[in-house]
């Protein structure tokens, strides 16, 4: 999904811009490109990141967020 609309946007640039258009494969060389999924995977590696230093910092022994892990889901403290 990323890649159909950066390249349809990057080809809208270039009808404005009066240049020729670039195919798939070609865009695919292209530097903004690289640069858009690279910006793609530093979020996702820093939600997920995140993700995990949460929940084993909320899951910590005598964290007030905590409960027993064997405590059935309707009993809390």
Not at 35 to 52: D, G, H, P, T
Not at 58 to 77: F, I, Q
Request: net charge negative; aromatic share 16%; hydrophobic share 40%.
């Amino acid at each position: 999904m990323h890649f159909y609309g950066s390249l349809k946007e990057y080809n809208e640039e270039q009808i404005i811009k009066n240049e020729s258009t670039v195919t798939a494969l070609q865009y695919i060389s292209e530097s903004r490109f690289w640069f858009e999924s690279f910006q793609n995977w530093q979020s996702e590696f820093l939600a997920v990141f995140s993700i995990v230093i949460l929940s084993i910092w909320l899951r910590e022994k005598g964290s007030p967020e905590s409960k027993p892990v064997d405590m059935a889901h309707d009993e809390t403290p």
